[in-house]
């Protein structure tokens, strides 16, 4: 049961333009939301993660947008650079499980300079 | 060392081989956890420690999976009888907190081919 699930697959974007990769859950006791950045043989970092008690969160040129009523969160990459090129993963968990995370399947986005 | 080590980065395995995949957590982690990540794919969870209490093995997917945790440090995921199906990359992450929504560092995985 695919609990996360995440969009686009893939996505191209102009150096300056705006990313934005979308997730959706289905488990409503889901209280941690973070975005992963993965590189090519390198494990998932930690880019930016927001609770359910606010709507937005930012971190420099990173967003994430939440809507807790339609169960969806989403990233916003502004400015985009070619070095943002990589693969974003949404994941949620829930802290009294432990945290243990459930990722969405990914993103590959690419940037052209 | 200052992130979370794995080793080793690359096993190749004959089918029906075992293997033991190791994993040195940043010092003081409380949690400990280990997912599988097939190629193109999200991390999926195998099993979570909490010190050296095994508190969830949910994600394992046979009984040929097996991990450890003796002294609430050191982590060591085994495989026995390896197949196929089992090629993938092998992630450990550790955090600080038992619980409450703390940062999750992951090592760079090691990539198990069976052949």
């Known amino acids: 049961q695919q609990q996360v699930k995440q969009s686009p697959q893939s996505l191209i974007v102009q150096k300056g333009g705006i990313s934005i990769i979308n997730c959706a859950y289905e488990n409503t006791a889901f209280d941690y939301f973070p975005w992963y950045q993965q590189f090519p043989g390198k494990g998932p970092a930690l880019l930016i993660a927001?609770?359910?008690?606010?709507s937005e969160k930012k971190e420099g040129r990173f967003t994430i947008s939440f809507n807790k009523s339609a169960k969806q969160f989403s990233l916003h990459i502004m400015d985009s650079q070619p070095g943002d090129s990589a693969t974003y993963f949404c994941?949620?968990?829930?802290?009294?499980?432990?945290?243990?995370?459930?990722f969405g399947a990914g993103t590959i986005l690419r940037v052209k300079s | 060392g200052a992130g979370v080590s794995q080793s080793p980065r690359y096993k190749v395995a004959k089918r029906g081989q075992d293997v033991a995949l190791r994993c040195d957590p940043i010092?003081?982690?409380?949690?400990l956890f280990w997912y599988q990540q097939a190629l193109g794919q999200g991390p999926e969870f195998l099993t979570y420690?909490?010190?050296?209490?095994?508190?969830?093995k949910s994600g394992l997917p046979s009984d040929r999976f097996f991990a450890e945790r003796p002294e609430g440090s050191v982590s060591t995921l085994k495989i026995q009888r390896t197949q196929q199906e089992d090629s993938a990359v092998y992630l450990c992450?550790?955090?600080?907190?038992?619980?409450?929504?703390?940062?999750?560092?992951f090592g760079q995985g090691t990539r198990l081919t069976v052949v």
């Open positions: 994941a949620a968990s829930i802290e009294e499980y432990g945290n243990k995370l459930v």
């Open positions: 010092s003081g982690h409380v949690s």
């Open positions: 420690f909490q010190n050296e209490a095994q508190l969830d």
């Open positions: 927001i609770r359910p008690d606010v």
């Open positions: 992450a550790s955090s600080l907190a038992g619980q409450g929504n703390t940062e999750a560092f």
